[in-house]
């Protein structure tokens, strides 16, 4: 996955878009699916969180704690990954202990 931008011709806006590729087999060719980040916002750089129709969030937007918040710098990407396949790992395990269970 990548992020990529994308600036509106209309509005002069730049936004911000998760990228993933995925291989169609009928055509033989690579496909992209686009996912909305956010706004880019023109003074600091930073990607400001829309609510997915390309408008700003609320002011007083408070996430839940449940909702996942993109990492802001590359050592947080690395630990987040590390993370993820921290526990990739321990659920593969787990469900090995309960196909090994099932089996008996």
Same mark, same amino acid.
């Given at each position: 996955?990548?992020?990529? #931008?994308? %600036?509106?011709?209309? $509005?002069?806006?730049?936004?911000?878009?998760?990228?993933? #590729?995925?291989?169609? %087999?009928?055509?033989?060719? $690579?496909?992209?699916?686009?996912?909305?980040?956010?706004?880019?916002?023109?003074a600091t750089g930073k990607?400001?969180?829309?609510?997915?129709?390309?408008?700003k969030r609320s002011p007083?937007?408070?996430?839940?704690?449940?909702?996942?918040?993109?990492?802001?710098?590359?050592?947080?990407?690395? $630990?987040?990954?590390?993370?993820?396949?921290?526990?990739?790992?321990?659920?593969?395990?787990?469900?090995?202990?309960?196909?090994?269970?099932?089996?008996?």
């Amino acid at each position: 996955m990548a992020i990529t #931008y994308n %600036k509106d011709k209309r $509005s002069g806006l730049t936004y911000a878009y998760e990228t993933s #590729y995925v291989w169609d %087999k009928e055509k033989k060719q $690579s496909r992209s699916k686009r996912t909305l980040i956010g706004r880019v916002d023109e003074a600091t750089g930073k990607i400001v969180p829309t609510d997915g129709r390309g408008r700003k969030r609320s002011p007083n937007y408070v996430p839940a704690e449940d909702e996942y918040e993109m990492p802001k710098t590359m050592k947080e990407l690395k $630990s987040e990954i590390r993370r993820l396949l921290e526990e990739n790992s321990v659920l593969r395990k787990e469900i090995q202990t309960l196909k090994s269970k099932r089996s008996r």
